[in-house]
């Protein structure tokens, strides 16, 4: 299978929220970055949790035609709303990457 350049990308992000974190304000939190890489690369995010396991969370980013661009700003916001203060110990934030079936 050739995969076109042109090919939008979606993005699958899920990880374990840490034991004891103010669900309140990690949501917040989460939706503030969501914000700020949609103001820079005019992609918004969803943010989901796991049905029957509210510790796993998942961030979808779909339909991304500036890979480059996205994960750039996706890095630096994940760094400058503090993610990692959010995320179990011993676990991490797991990206996937998948494109349409042609």
Do not use: K
Not at 9 to 34: E, L
Not at 46 to 73: C, K, N
């Amino acid at each position: 299978m050739v995969i076109s350049e042109t090919a939008r990308i979606h993005y699958f992000i899920y990880y374990r929220i840490r034991a004891g974190v103010d669900r309140d304000d990690a949501h917040a939190n989460v939706r503030a970055m969501q914000a700020a890489i949609a103001a820079r690369t005019m992609v918004s995010g969803r943010l989901m949790e796991r049905r029957g396991d509210d510790a796993t969370w998942m961030e979808i980013y779909e339909s991304v035609a500036d890979p480059a661009a996205f994960e750039a700003a996706l890095g630096a916001e994940t760094e400058a709303h503090r993610l990692a203060d959010l995320i179990e110990p011993g676990s991490a934030r797991h990206l996937e990457r998948f494109i349409e079936c042609a």
